[in-house]
């Protein structure tokens, strides 16, 4: 069930059922609600990857069960353990996924940002929640009933096996965060999420960031402070931080790659 931070509030429910006090925390929370109205257009749903495929015919059923709606920040979606009925998708603002307290940089999965999707485990029935969902901003989100979607991923076999690679994807993504880890140091962390997010192999490059410096650092499971010092080491690699571009800039985009691999102190 819901609700708008540690004092409780009542946003509307998604992974346990409707009702209670969903416009009441909107209104107090000052957050704008004018475009919960706007319908949701097919091709909107060609951002989830396994429906990237389809045609806006094919889509349109699914997108009339679909809602927009907007959540002030600090609103808990779901909580690990319960029985997701919603795929979301993260049209503005972004959400944490976590396995523990929200103030623990260890417990930090994934950050969901614009365009990205999450609740991919309630297609299998019966399946709690592997993590707690809380947003992190006010935030503007596309809820997906499963039972619509799961019915379409079950009709089309080709929609099954993208539906299965994507998660099998997420599955690798998560071990490979949790072997950097285990392997990095935080300064090498910071060096392959930079390279992960180059769109060159090699060469220059720039890195917008998609958020804040503080939440990308509890993202890699590290306070501020040893991310900063991070920032500074990686300079010796030829990384500079552009504040008027809020941005990563790369001097040599190979150069970084090879420097996640070595050993050394963070």
Not at 80 to 88: A, K, S
Not at 164 to 183: A, M
Request: glycine fraction near 10%; aromatic fraction near 6%; charge should be negative.
């Amino acid at each position: 069930m819901p609700d708008s931070g540690p004092a409780g509030g009542g946003a509307r429910p998604i992974c346990d059922g409707w009702e209670r006090g969903y416009l009441a925390v909107m209104k107090s929370t000052g957050t704008d609600t004018a475009g919960d109205d706007l319908p949701v257009d097919p091709d909107e749903l060609r951002v989830v990857p396994f429906l990237a495929a389809l045609d806006s015919d094919e889509l349109a059923p699914l997108a009339g069960e679909a809602r927009r709606e907007t959540f002030p920040a600090r609103t808990t979606l779901c909580r690990r353990g319960e029985v997701g009925d919603t795929l979301i998708v993260v049209e503005r603002g972004c959400v944490l996924l976590y396995v523990d307290r929200p103030g623990d940089p260890a417990g930090i999965v994934r950050i969901v940002g614009p365009g990205e999707t999450f609740g991919e485990c309630s297609l299998l029935a019966g399946n709690g929640s592997p993590v707690t969902a809380e947003t992190f901003d006010p935030s503007v989100l596309i809820l997906i009933p499963i039972e619509p979607l799961r019915a379409l991923v079950e009709r089309r076999v080709d929609v099954t096996v993208a539906a299965l690679r994507y998660i099998s994807t997420r599955l690798r993504h998560l071990l490979t965060q949790v072997s950097s880890l285990k392997t990095r140091t935080t300064t090498q962390r910071l060096a392959a999420h930079l390279a992960s997010r180059a769109a060159v192999m090699e060469g220059t490059a720039e890195v917008p960031l998609r958020y804040g410096k503080s939440l990308l650092a509890r993202e890699l499971g590290m306070q501020p402070e040893t991310f900063s010092r991070a920032m500074m080491k990686l300079q010796s690699v030829g990384v500079r931080y552009r504040r008027s571009r809020d941005a990563f800039f790369v001097e040599d985009v190979a150069l970084l790659r090879r420097f996640c691999e070595e050993d050394g102190d963070g």
